[in-house]
Each structure stands twice: as structure tokens, then as C-alpha cells.
């Protein structure tokens, strides 16, 4: 087994009725450590009431170099968006 | 595509913020470099996954990497004055100064992991003495006063340099830099209105503070490094946008910002070829040694054996720490694991 202790990502809630977000990343050797670590090296003012840390290893991400075929699809597709829609000024606010 | 990503390791392809040990190889025929360029120059921030030049990857490891190793043997010279801070209040100010040091040490540390090295790595390079930390803290403190004097100088030249770099281009650098921006403003502050209760004081406290303003006004020009013309780095990274000022641009804002505010203080900054320059808008000042400069950033300053030593003590006597808590994680683990079959 290596001897490099373990990353794990850093996930922090400001506040109640917002997301998670991530917010970097931490070395422990377990969740306890790794929680314990993720409040003092990111919670020191007060950023956040809720943790989450996940092992790093365990994280499954798109591949950046095949970031064309995986987000492009979305990009041809305007009308999607309300503002491909001409609806006249007299119908009002839509 | 989605790709699993396999653990902590060589070749291990992730993904996420943990790339050490990826394998990461370009050929970087002119064609790559341009569009590079081209990235660059259009203000598009680099992640860590993304193709860029071998020299980038290189550069922003030995800078981050450095910039770490400063956050965190600059931990040193302040905790050499927690146990004698004259106050609770200022204690308290102090012990979370240099907690903050701590943690800026590690969002820099995790930003220079994006690129492929490791924190062990890096750790080891700065034990054997192969990677170098700021010049300023090869520097010892001597009085109380110096607390002061480094929070204000010190901490200030560290945020003139440290803002620009906010807009870095590469994506965890920049963002690293934008949390420790946030919070090294305290800490200016404080040692700010440490030197200024000082000031105010009886004529043993002023002349303290003079001395401490006196030591380390040279040291903390020289925290901008060597002059443009000797800096070796300084081109290219400006290029890529690593860097957005130079050297000497740099050192002459933090003369122009605190050469006010030593006279608010009432003290005297020790260069007698300070003057205010009307037609330019700028202080003009003096040369700092660089005989000196070059001297303690080859290793010979005044604290850089005993602070390299500190550090090779932490290393070492927490190692046992490390690795019980690798056992204790790996028998829980297979505890754990056992259960699950039984119970199958």
C-alpha cells in the first residue's frame, strides 16, 4: 500500500437553501480525519454549516479531451432558450 | 466518454482536483504552442486537465510549490512569539495569523497537486533544501515589535504580490489565491495597529518599533525579487499570464503604499534616498543589497539552516502520526470489510 495519505475533496454548504459547492481538497488518512481537516483548513470564518468530503479516487469525471462530443450537442440547440421565441410586445410580459 | 478514475497512483487517470502521479505528455510542436497562446491571450483560464506546455507545468509547480513553502515556514518566526505575545487578545490574533499561514500553506499545496506532484514531493524537496521559500523569513524576529512589523510589510508586500496573481491563468491557482487575498487583510491590519500601539507608547516601545521597521525594510523590498533584468522567469511568465507585474512594478506600489503610512506612525524608513517624486507621482528609493539578496536565496540567510531544521523535525516526529492513522484507516477498513462478509 502506498504511504501517501489519501485526498479527498471538500464540499461546503454556506447555508441552509443552498448547494454544496466544492471548495478544494484535503489529505487524511480517513472520513473522520478528513472531515476534521476540511473544517480547519476551509471553515475558518464561518463559510459553511454542512461538510461533505468524498475520497478523490472515488469521483468519476468527464474526460476534458472529448469535452467536444460530450457538451457540443448542447450548444447547436438554441432553441432551448426563451429568447429564440419572437412573441410580440403587445401580448406582454411571457 | 467517462473514465473511472483508479486511485492514487502512476497513470492513474483522474479527473477531478487529485492528479498526481497523471501522466500527462504533449507533443508540443509550434502548432500546440500557439493555440496555447492563443488560450492565453484570449483570458481563458487553464484547468488541470487541460493540454498545456511542459515549461508551464513546470513553472507553476516551482512557483506554487515555493509560495506553499513560505505559508508554511512562515509559520516559524510568529509562533516564536505566541507564548510571549503581551496580551491574551494579541495571542489569540496571533495563533490564528499563523493557523491562517497554515491553511493558505494547504490550498496552495492541493492548487500545485492539480499539476501532478505530490505533497510528499514536494515536502521532501523543501527538507533536502532543493525548494526555496520566501527570502523574508530567512530572517530572524527579535522583538515583539517585529510581529508588528512583519504583519504590516511583510503581509502587505505579500498581498501586493499576491493580487495579481488572483487573475492568474491557471484556474487553482488563481482561486487559491483568491481565498488567501480575502483573509491576508487581517492580517496586515493587525500588525499594522500593533506597530501603531506601539507608537503610541512610551519611547522604549516607539524605538522597538523603529528597530523592527529598521531590520526589515530591506528584506521586504526584497521580497519582490531580484530587479527585472536578473529575474530569470519573469518574461515568459508573463507571458503566459502567470505573472501580471513585474518585479520592480510591484516594488514600487508597496514603497508608493507604505511609505504614508510609516509617516502616519511617525517613523523613519531607513533609506536615505527616499523622496517623493512630484513630476512622476512616485517615491523614488534606494537599491536594496542585492549582494544580501542573492546570499540568503542560496540558502545563506541568517535562519534558513534552523528553519529547514523546524520543518524536518515537524516531518519527522509526526511521522509516526501519519502512519498510525494509515493503519488504524486500513484496519477499520478490513474490520469493516469482514463484517460485511459475515453478515452475507
Same mark, same amino acid.
Given at each position: 500500500m502506498s504511504n501517501e495519505t489519501p485526498l479527498w475533496e471538500v464540499f461546503i %454548504?454556506?447555508?441552509? =437553501?443552498l448547494a454544496h459547492r466544492h471548495c478544494g481538497s484535503v489529505h487524511a488518512a480517513d472520513a473522520t480525519l478528513a472531515l476534521q481537516a476540511a473544517r480547519d483548513v476551509?471553515? %475558518?470564518?464561518?463559510? =459553511?454549516f454542512s461538510v461533505w468530503v468524498v475520497p478523490s479516487a472515488a469521483i468519476t469525471a468527464s474526460d476534458p479531451v472529448s469535452k467536444s462530443e460530450m457538451f457540443e450537442p448542447a450548444e447547436t440547440k438554441?432553441?432551448?432558450?426563451?429568447?429564440f421565441y419572437d412573441i410580440p410586445d403587445e401580448v406582454g410580459h411571457m | 466518454m467517462l473514465i473511472q478514475s483508479s486511485g492514487i497512483g502512476k497513470g492513474a487517470r483522474m479527473?477531478?482536483?487529485?492528479?498526481?502521479g497523471a501522466s500527462h505528455e504533449e507533443t508540443e510542436t509550434p502548432e500546440f504552442l500557439k493555440a496555447f497562446q492563443r488560450r492565453i491571450d484570449a483570458e481563458e483560464k487553464i484547468e488541470p486537465n487541460d493540454p498545456m506546455p511542459e515549461a508551464y507545468r513546470k513553472t507553476l509547480i516551482r512557483q506554487i510549490g515555493q509560495h506553499a513553502h513560505s505559508e508554511i515556514v512562515g509559520m516559524l518566526p510568529e509562533g516564536n512569539w505566541l507564548t510571549r505575545a503581551p496580551s491574551l487578545k494579541r495571542k489569540a490574533i496571533l495563533l490564528s495569523k499563523v493557523q491562517d499561514e497554515g491553511g493558505h500553506g494547504l490550498y496552495l499545496y492541493a492548487a500545485a497537486e492539480t499539476?501532478?506532484?505530490s505533497r510528499e514531493e514536494m515536502t521532501e524537496q523543501l527538507l533536502a533544501g532543493r525548494a526555496k521559500f520566501s527570502?523574508?523569513?530567512?530572517?530572524?524576529?527579535?522583538?515583539?515589535a517585529d510581529i508588528g512589523a512583519i504583519g504590516w510589510l511583510v503581509d502587505g508586500a505579500a498581498i501586493m504580490n499576491q493580487i495579481p496573481l488572483c487573475?492568474?491563468?491557471y484556474g487553482p491557482y488563481a482561486r487559491a489565491m483568491i481565498r488567501i487575498c480575502k483573509e491576508e487583510s487581517f492580517h496586515q491590519r493587525q500588525g499594522y495597529e500593533i506597530m501603531l500601539t506601539l507608537c503610541r507608547g512610551t519611547a522604549a516601545q516607539k524605538a522597538m518599533a523603529q528597530d523592527a521597521l529598521d531590520r526589515l525594510w530591506w528584506p521586504s523590498l526584497m521580497?519582490?525579487?531580484?530587479?527585472d533584468s536578473d529575474s530569470a522567469h519573469g518574461e515568459q511568465s508573463m507571458k503566459w499570464k502567470?505573472?501580471?507585474?513585474?518585479n520592480d512594478e510591484l516594488r514600487q506600489k508597496f514603497v508608493d503604499a507604505t511609505v504614508p503610512q510609516a509617516e502616519f506612525l511617525g517613523?523613519?524608513?531607513?533609506?536615505?534616498?527616499l523622496r517623493w517624486n512630484e513630476a512622476t507621482g512616485h517615491y523614488e528609493f534606494g537599491a536594496p543589497d542585492w549582494d544580501e539578496f542573492w546570499r540568503v536565496v542560496k540558502g545563506?540567510?541568517?535562519m534558513t539552516r534552523d528553519r529547514v531544521a523546524a520543518r524536518r523535525k515537524a516531518w519527522e516526529e509526526g511521522a509516526w502520526v501519519r502512519e498510525a492513522a494509515l493503519a488504524h484507516a486500513a484496519k477499520r477498513k478490513a474490520r469493516d470489510a469482514a463484517a460485511k462478509t459475515a453478515a452475507e
Open positions: %454548504r454556506p447555508r441552509n =437553501g476551509y471553515t %475558518r470564518r464561518g463559510e =459553511g438554441i432553441y432551448r432558450h426563451p429568447t | 479527473y477531478s482536483q487529485g492528479l498526481i499539476l501532478g506532484v527570502s523574508i523569513f530567512n530572517y530572524p524576529t527579535l522583538s515583539w487573475r492568474c491563468s521580497m519582490f525579487g531580484p530587479h502567470i505573472k501580471r507585474f513585474t517613523l523613519t524608513v531607513p533609506d536615505p534616498e545563506g540567510g541568517p
